[in-house]
């Protein structure tokens, strides 16, 4: 209860009233909104989540790295896929056998796996791990980003 003593030519102005519950009223009116701030974000971050763990590379990073240290190239698409259009130098192997014929690429040097649009070759990546090689990375974006760049493609 709200009580004031006022003066002759004096007014009390009441803005609002002020519910107790208003934080949990709040919430729960507003929960669509909360909902949309929620998935966002998440959205925001799921990129920096799935390319933790898959050491990926941009298409400048795999030119250096393909000219400085003679990387090898690999392509995990479907030979079809493959003779469409690849990288130059790319060694194919379909993400089907790669765990059987992950020996077939020299060893010691760095292994970058590509494909379309980099989701396939992550799963490569974690393939060649499992076969023990360590210097492995993915070419984020794929063959889709290579060809964004303006780089050449084999047929």
Same mark, same amino acid.
């Given at each position: 209860m709200?009580?004031?003593?006022l003066?002759p030519?004096?007014y009390? $102005?009441?803005?609002?009233?002020?519910?107790?519950?208003?934080?949990?009223? !709040?919430?729960?009116e507003n929960? !669509?909104?909360?909902v949309?701030?929620?998935a966002?974000?998440?959205?925001?971050?799921?990129?920096?989540?799935?390319r933790?763990?898959?050491?990926? =590379?941009?298409? =400048?990073?795999a030119?250096r790295?393909i000219n400085?240290?003679?990387?090898?190239?690999?392509d995990v698409?479907?030979?079809g896929? !493959?003779?469409a259009?690849h990288?130059?130098?790319? /060694?194919n $192997?379909?993400?089907?056998?790669?765990?059987?014929?992950?020996?077939?690429? *020299?060893?010691?040097r760095p292994v970058?796996? &590509? &494909?379309n649009?980099?989701?396939?070759?992550?799963?490569g990546?974690?393939?060649? /791990?499992k076969a023990?090689?360590?210097?492995? !990375?993915?070419?984020?974006?794929?063959?889709?980003?290579?060809?964004?760049a303006?780089? *050449?493609?084999?047929r």
């Open positions: 709200l009580s004031a003593r003066m030519g004096q009390l $102005i009441i803005d609002r009233l002020v519910d107790p519950r208003s934080p949990v009223s !709040f919430i729960t929960i !669509f909104l909360f949309v701030a929620f966002s974000g998440a959205m925001l971050l799921w990129p920096i989540v799935t933790r763990g898959a050491n990926g =590379l941009d298409t =400048l990073a030119t790295m400085d240290t003679d990387a090898v190239v690999l698409r479907a030979p896929e !493959f003779e259009g990288l130059p130098g790319a /060694r $192997i379909p993400l089907a056998e790669l765990g059987k014929r992950a020996g077939e690429l *020299p060893a010691g970058i796996v &590509c &494909c649009s980099g989701a396939s070759s992550a799963r990546v974690g393939e060649l /791990r023990g090689r360590d210097q492995v !990375f993915n070419l984020d974006g794929g063959l889709n980003a290579w060809r964004q303006g780089l *050449p493609v084999v």
